[in-house]
């Protein structure tokens, strides 16, 4: 049983923060703060901090698990898990944004806007992409995923090309808030967790588009991976479209 220790995360945000608890002093701040906050959260004992492993450096290894947190690109933990999996456990830690308020930060003159929250809300859906690039791993006894959602802070750089530029703009930061829940991925009947409850008995890509709220290319992708896994598999065709239902 895995719980949410809200005191333990917020003592490890103010370790990686030092203390400030506005948004001021943002440009001292690492550009992984989301990673740092995370790794001392799921382990606060630095000790165990950049251990070097089989060659490669774990983010956190006490000698009987390790964890990766990793915010995005899981094709290049490919060579880590090819070395880690055969010596103990690894849980791969990856955060997703579920409320954001987003600030702007002029590069020029380093003025920042008031925060605003995003209409959009995260959800764990959203680590389709990042999965499937290592689903030959997925079933591996000893790979565990957490998909943590967290309420943040997210500081955009005003650099885009369009005249307001905020379309193709860098993000300069994250800062997390809050866990507001964790999505634990141990075994493969866990993913039953990412199949919406509103599905009907038979679905095709676009009905799990629109049960999951996310768009058919990521949906087509989930789906890919959920047969992969044996969750899901097709049962025949409608029209030009695949139908699905969940396995036995």
């Not at 995360?9 to 989301?34: C, D, H, N, P, V």
């Not at 992409?129 to 309420?151: A, G, M, S």
């Not at 992969?228 to 699905?244: F, H």
């Amino acid at each position: 049983m895995h719980t949410i220790d809200n005191q333990r995360f917020e003592q490890a945000r103010q370790l990686i923060l030092g203390g400030e608890k506005t948004r001021l002093g943002i440009g001292t701040l690492s550009e992984k703060t989301t990673h740092a906050i995370l790794k001392h959260y799921y382990e606060p004992d630095a000790r165990w901090h950049e251990v070097p492993v089989a060659g490669s450096v774990a983010d956190v290894c006490d000698g009987a698990r390790i964890l990766e947190i990793q915010t995005a690109g899981f094709n290049r933990l490919r060579e880590k898990l090819d070395k880690f999996l055969p010596l103990m456990p690894v849980t791969i830690i990856y955060p997703i944004p579920h409320v954001k308020y987003v600030s702007w930060i002029d590069p020029e003159t380093g003025a920042m806007s008031d925060r605003h929250k995003s209409p959009k809300k995260g959800s764990g859906y959203e680590a389709f992409r990042e999965l499937y690039r290592i689903r030959p791993y997925l079933r591996h006894p000893n790979l565990n995923i957490c998909l943590v959602l967290l309420d943040m802070d997210e500081f955009r750089l005003l650099d885009g090309w369009s005249r307001n530029k905020k379309r193709g703009s860098h993000r300069y930061d994250r800062i997390p808030l809050s866990i507001h829940r964790e999505i634990w991925l141990e075994q493969p009947e866990d993913y039953m967790q990412l199949l919406p409850i509103e599905l009907p008995e038979r679905f095709t890509t676009k009905d799990y588009a629109k049960a999951a709220k996310v768009s058919s290319s990521l949906a087509s992708t989930g789906l890919l991976m959920l047969m992969e896994l044996g969750i899901v598999r097709r049962v025949g065709k409608t029209g030009n479209a695949y139908l699905y239902e969940v396995a036995e």
